[in-house]
């Protein structure tokens, strides 16, 4: 059975579920001209459901509901996971979505933040697809063509 991603989307994700061992540095992994894509939770925020490392699927643009973990940015430009707790609108009256951390301890959210614009909630975590484990690559391995 597919992935239901398209344009070669579903290929790479079979490839990234396969791989599984190498941790990506970065935060948001975006599959240039698709809708779907990848998030890496970073920090405690969604604790206990979502932990450090673990690896999302979002879909870009879809429009979340209350209960749905979404990926957001902050006002300073700031992307998030969060729980789009429920529908507010901004100071300007415009829509927007009240987002919290699973874990009240840790992180950063609406209560500290206020209302996200809608616009701001860019994706709508699909699976959960991976925990990342982090491992040495030894410097040989960096070199043209040595097998990883």
């Known amino acids: ?3 239901g991603l398209d344009g070669g989307g579903e290929q790479h994700a ?3 579920l396969r791989g599984g061992h190498v941790c990506v540095a970065a935060t948001l992994l975006p599959m240039r001209g698709r ?3 990848w998030a890496i939770v970073r920090g405690r925020s969604m604790e206990p459901g979502l932990r450090d490392g673990d690896r999302l699927l979002v879909r870009w643009g879809r429009t979340p509901r209350e209960g749905d973990v979404v990926l957001a940015r902050f006002v300073d430009g700031t992307l998030a996971v969060k729980r789009a707790a429920e529908r507010r609108t901004t100071r300007t009256g415009a829509p927007g979505w009240w ?3 699973d874990n009240a301890a840790e ?3 609406s ?3 206020g209302v996200v614009p809608e616009e701001d909630v860019l994706a709508v975590a699909r699976a959960l697809v991976g925990r990342c484990r982090m491992r040495h690559i030894p410097h040989a391995a960096v070199e043209e063509n040595a097998p990883l």
């Open 14 to 16: 079979r490839q990234l």
């Open 99 to 101: 987002l919290l951390s």
């Open 1 to 3: 059975m597919g992935l």
């Open 107 to 109: 992180g950063v959210d």
């Open 35 to 37: 809708r779907w894509g």
């Open 111 to 113: 209560r500290h933040r």
